[in-house]
C-alpha cells in the first residue's frame, strides 16, 4: 500500500513539470504582457522607456531562460511580484487560498451530506414517490445556472431576510483569532457554501442512485439474502459498498472542480479567494499571478486524481497493486 | 429414507408483468426428504429457477404473488415475515447459484463471505469462526486454505469460486440445500469436479439437496428422484431409474429421445417441435404441452390435467401419456437403461 502511495507521489513530479511547461508556455503567449497591463492607456509612458523596464525586467529573454528563473524561484515559495497589487505573488495568495480551500471543503461535505442520504434513498426505494422528488430536485438543480442561483439565494436571504452577511469572508471589526473572529468566518461561509452545495449534488445523487439500482440486481445481493443477512446490511455491507465507488472515484475531481469552479459565487458574495483573484488578473493581464493559480488548480487535479486512485485502491481490492 | 425436509403444497410464483400477474410456477407440489437428492429438470423457462427463488424467498416482494404452501421445519416459509426468514436462510437453507464469477462480492474477503452467515447464525468467537472456514474450505477441496481466506474473487478462478460458493451454502450446515444449476456457468472439466465434489458432499451429509439442472446427465448421476417440469408445471415425478427407464409423459419421452446417442439407428437428432411460450403468451387451460405434439388429437388430452399417480411413486400430468407416440417418419426411440 505505502509503495502504491509513494510510486504515485513519484508519478505526479513529471506530470507537474509538464504541466508547468505548458502553462509557462501559454501564458506568454497571450496577447500583451505585464508591462501593456499596468501602463495601458497611459499618455506618460514613454515607449523607450517601456522596452528599458522589460530589458531589466528579463521579459526580453529567451523563454526557457525565463521558465528557468520562474520554475526556480516557484519551487523556493517565490511566485514572484504581482505587477498590479505591487506586492508578493505568495503573500497574495495565501489568505486567498486558505478561503478557498475553506469553501471548497466546506461546499464539498455539504454536497456529500446531501446527496449520499437522497442517493441512497432514491435508489434503495426507485420508482418510489420519494424517488420521483429527488430526481426533480436533480433535474431541477442540473438546469439551474449557478450564479441565479447564488443570486437568488443572496437576495433571500442575504437581503431580504437579513440572516446572513453577504459581503466578505469575515467581519473586518473582528478581532483575528478571537471567538467571535471564528464564528464571524463560519456565518460568512454559509451562504456561498449552500450556493454552491445545492445546485452541485446532481452528479453525486444520479451516479450513486443509478449505481444501487444497478448493484442491487447483482448476483452477490442474492447471495447475501440467501445467506439470510437482515436487509438493512445488505445494504450497507453489500450494495453501499460496491455503489459509492464510482463517487470515491469521482472525489478527486469533485475537490478540483470546487477550487477552480468558484469563480462565480465568488464574485457575487465578493468572498476574497482564488477564483475571484484570477478573473482580476487575467483581465490586467496580471502574468505572474495568472500562471501562480494556473499552476495551483492544475496541481489541485493532479494532487485530486491521485487521492481518487489511493482512496479506491484502498475500498477495492481488485485494483490494488502490490 | 429419512424426514420429509421441505413440502411443497400447490406452489404459484406470479410476476406482475404491466397489470397483470402471470404464473410462472404453477400448481407445484413436492417433498424433499433428508439425504435425499431431488433433481428439477426442464428447458430454460420452464419456472425451475423461479421455483428455487420462490422457496428460499428471493424474489422482488414487489412484484411477485407467492400462493400455496413452502413447508419447511413445520412453517410456511411463504407467511414468515423478512424477519423471521433471515432466521432461516443460510442457517438451515443454503443456495448455490449457477454463476460463481458474480455470485460473490468483489469487495469482501473469501474468509469473510463466509464467515458473514456464522456470524448472524451461530454464536461463535472470532477464532472459531475462522477455524470453522478454513475446515470448511478443505471440505470443498480448496488446499491452500490459508491463503485463499484473505484473498478477494477476482483473484480465484471459476472452479474455485464455485467451491467458495459451496462453502457459504454449506456454513451453518443446512438441511436444505438449493442448487441451481450450480455447473452450468462452467467449463466441462471443472463441471465434473464440481459435481464430484456435490456427491462427495451429499454422501457426508445428511442434508435433502433440490438440484436444478437442464443436464440429465447430472441428473442420472445424482439424483435420487426427478421432478420434470415444463411450461411452470411439474409434468412427471418418479425415481430416477424408473423415470430413465419408463419415461411416460410425452415431454419427458422427448428431452431424452433429444439426448444425441450414438445408437445405430438414429442419425438425426430428434427436435421437440416448436419453443416454450412465455409468460403472457401462455394458454392456461388444457394440457400445457399439446401445442408441441400437435400429431396428437385433442381427446387424448385431459380438459384440465391433473397429477396421476399411474405407479407407485410414478406421477404423471395429463392423459395423453397412453397412446403417445413420435411423428410419423421419427425413428425408433433410445432405451435409457439406468442402473
Not at chain 1, 98 to 123: C, E, F, R, V
Not at chain 1, 258 to 268: A, D, K, R, Y
Not at chain 2, 285 to 314: L, Y
Request: charged content about 20%.
Amino acid at each position: 500500500m505505502i509503495t502504491f502511495i509513494i510510486r504515485r507521489i513519484l508519478v505526479m513530479i513529471p506530470q507537474l513539470l509538464l504541466l508547468s511547461i505548458i502553462i509557462f508556455l501559454l501564458a506568454k503567449a497571450m496577447p500583451g504582457d505585464a508591462i501593456t497591463g499596468a501602463f495601458q492607456g497611459n499618455p506618460d509612458a514613454d515607449a523607450n522607456h517601456l522596452e528599458e523596464i522589460k530589458e531589466k525586467m528579463g521579459l526580453n529573454d529567451p523563454w526557457y531562460q525565463q521558465y528557468g528563473r520562474w520554475l526556480g524561484n516557484f519551487v523556493q515559495g517565490d511566485m514572484g511580484m504581482s505587477y498590479v497589487h505591487k506586492q508578493k505573488v505568495s503573500s497574495l495568495l495565501a489568505g486567498r487560498l486558505g478561503n478557498t480551500l475553506l469553501l471548497s471543503i466546506a461546499t464539498m461535505i455539504t454536497i456529500y451530506l446531501i446527496s449520499i442520504p437522497l442517493g441512497i434513498i432514491a435508489g434503495r426505494w426507485h420508482n418510489s414517490w420519494a424517488d420521483k422528488l429527488v430526481v426533480t430536485y436533480n433535474y431541477v438543480a442540473l438546469a439551474t445556472p449557478v450564479f441565479v442561483f447564488a443570486l437568488i439565494m443572496l437576495f433571500i436571504f442575504g437581503f431580504s431576510l437579513g440572516w446572513f452577511p453577504i459581503t466578505g469572508s469575515v467581519d473586518i471589526r473582528a478581532e483575528n483569532g478571537s471567538w467571535e473572529y471564528y464564528i464571524s468566518k463560519a456565518k460568512h461561509l454559509v451562504l456561498p457554501t449552500l450556493s454552491g452545495a445545492i445546485i452541485g449534488t446532481v452528479g453525486t445523487i444520479q451516479y450513486l442512485r443509478n449505481d444501487i439500482i444497478d448493484t442491487k440486481l447483482k448476483d452477490f445481493v442474492k447471495t447475501a439474502r440467501a445467506k439470510g443477512v437482515p436487509e438493512g446490511r445488505v445494504y450497507t455491507r453489500h450494495i453501499l459498498r460496491n455503489s459509492i465507488l464510482p463517487i470515491a472515484a469521482f472525489l478527486g475531481y469533485e475537490i478540483t472542480l470546487l477550487i477552480t469552479g468558484s469563480v462565480f459565487i465568488e464574485s457575487i458574495y465578493s468572498y476574497p479567494g482564488l477564483g475571484k483573484l484570477f478573473i482580476e488578473s487575467i483581465s490586467t493581464r496580471d502574468f505572474t499571478v495568472v500562471s501562480a493559480l494556473v499552476m495551483i488548480s492544475g496541481a489541485a487535479v493532479i494532487v485530486g486524481t491521485m487521492l481518487s486512485d489511493i482512496i479506491l485502491s484502498i475500498v477495492d481490492p481488485r485494483i490494488r497493486i502490490d | 429414507m429419512g424426514n420429509t425436509v421441505l413440502e411443497i403444497e400447490n406452489l404459484r410464483t406470479s410476476f406482475s408483468i404491466g397489470e397483470k400477474y402471470y404464473p410462472a410456477v404453477d400448481d407445484v407440489s413436492l417433498k424433499v426428504h433428508e439425504n435425499e437428492v431431488l433433481a428439477i429438470v426442464g428447458e430454460s423457462g420452464c419456472g425451475k429457477s423461479a421455483l428455487a427463488l420462490s422457496i428460499i424467498g428471493l424474489h422482488e416482494q414487489r412484484t411477485t404473488r407467492l400462493e400455496g404452501q413452502v413447508n419447511f421445519k413445520g412453517q410456511n416459509l411463504l407467511k414468515l415475515s423478512r424477519k423471521r426468514l433471515n432466521k432461516i436462510r443460510g442457517k438451515e437453507m443454503g443456495m448455490i447459484f449457477q454463476d460463481p464469477m458474480t455470485a460473490l462480492n468483489p469487495l469482501a474477503a473469501i474468509g469473510a463471505q463466509i464467515e458473514e452467515p456464522m456470524k448472524y447464525h451461530l454464536k461463535l468467537s472470532a477464532a472459531d469462526m475462522k477455524k470453522r472456514t478454513l475446515e470448511l474450505l478443505r471440505r470443498v477441496g480448496i488446499k491452500n486454505e490459508n491463503r485463499i481466506y484473505s484473498q478477494y474473487p477476482h483473484e480465484l478462478s471459476g472452479g474455485m469460486r464455485q467451491r467458495v460458493v459451496i462453502a457459504i451454502a454449506l456454513a451453518c450446515d443446512p438441511v436444505l440445500l438449493l442448487a441451481d444449476e450450480p455447473t452450468t456457468a462452467l467449463d466441462v472439466t471443472i463441471q465434473a469436479q464440481i459435481m464430484d465434489l456435490m456427491k462427495e458432499l451429499q454422501a457426508q451429509m445428511k442434508t435433502g439437496i433440490i438440484l436444478i439442472t437442464h443436464d440429465l446427465g447430472v441428473v442420472a448421476e445424482m439424483a435420487d428422484k426427478v421432478a420434470v417440469m415444463y411450461a411452470g408445471q411439474i409434468v412427471e415425478l418418479a425415481e430416477v431409474n424408473e423415470l430413465f427407464n419408463h419415461p411416460m409423459h410425452p415431454y419427458t419421452r422427448s428431452l431424452l429421445n433429444s439426448i444425441p446417442s450414438n445408437m445405430p439407428n438414429k442419425d438425426k437428432l430428434h427436435v421437440i417441435q416448436g419453443i416454450v411460450p412465455t409468460l403472457q403468451k401462455l394458454e392456461r387451460t388444457g394440457c400445457r404441452f399439446a401445442p408441441r405434439i400437435p400429431w396428437i388429437p385433442a381427446s387424448e388430452h385431459e380438459e384440465n390435467p391433473i397429477i396421476h399417480e399411474v405407479k407407485p411413486n410414478h406421477f404423471v400430468r395429463c392423459t395423453c401419456y397412453k397412446n403417445f407416440h413420435f411423428e410419423e417418419g421419427e425413428l425408433g426411440e433410445d432405451d435409457h437403461v439406468l442402473t
